[in-house]
């Protein structure tokens, strides 16, 4: 069940990749990893999959996520981390550009405590779609 909701999450990113219009090179904001373990490089990973498409990809401390000033001139948002705490301005953040019909990736994690998957579930019933992370288990 793990690697089929690795697939999914997988499948979601790259649609949000394929999703923003290619008639430009999309400005695309990649919420740092690596301040967890710098094991965790997923950041490095999407900025060069970005760059490679011929995307401006940055990759940005987790504080950006403090206000919605990014939201005006990102196209994408991808915050790459699935474990580093998200507190409730940061899940505001992350709502906001989504409301604003912009394309977000939220790297989510199995367990259910994990900030990252609490705010995945809390963003998609706020935005009116019943969701609950144990529908992941199957």
Known sequence: MKHLITCVILLLAVTA???VSVSHAANILIVE???YSTAQNQDTQWQIAATNMGHSA???PQ???DNTGFIA???LLIVSSGVITLPAN???SIQAMMEAGKP???QCEYPMTVT???AFEDIVNNLGYPFTSFSWLG
């Open 90 to 92: 940061r899940v505001a």
């Open 73 to 75: 001139t990102t196209d």
């Open 17 to 19: 990749l394929l999703g």
């Open 33 to 35: 990893s690596q301040s």
């Open 116 to 118: 990252t998957t609490q």
């Open 58 to 60: 940055t990759i940005v």
């Open 63 to 65: 504080t950006t996520l």
């Open 104 to 106: 977000v990736y939220l």
